[in-house]
């Protein structure tokens, strides 16, 4: 994962959000709304996995070998 997969993420979130509370079409054999809240659910997924493995990277994190994480 990288920075464009935040990006990704939020994007999903705002289409989900549309397509559950802004677009009133129906299409025969499919929910929009089910739709929308799939996307949602991807698109936070997808940004706390993101956000998780950048904060493995975080400056602020000292690792002494200990298995001990300190911050400084």
Do not use: K
């Amino acid at each position: 994962m990288n920075n464009g997969s935040i990006g990704i993420s939020l994007v999903l979130m705002a289409v989900g959000a549309i397509l559950y509370w802004a677009v009133s079409a129906t299409v025969s054999g499919l929910n929009v709304s089910v739709v929308g809240i799939i996307l949602m659910v991807i698109g936070v997924l997808g940004l706390v996995l993101s956000l998780l493995f950048w904060a493995s990277f975080a400056p602020f994190a000292r690792h002494d070998g200990s298995g001990r994480h300190d911050t400084v």
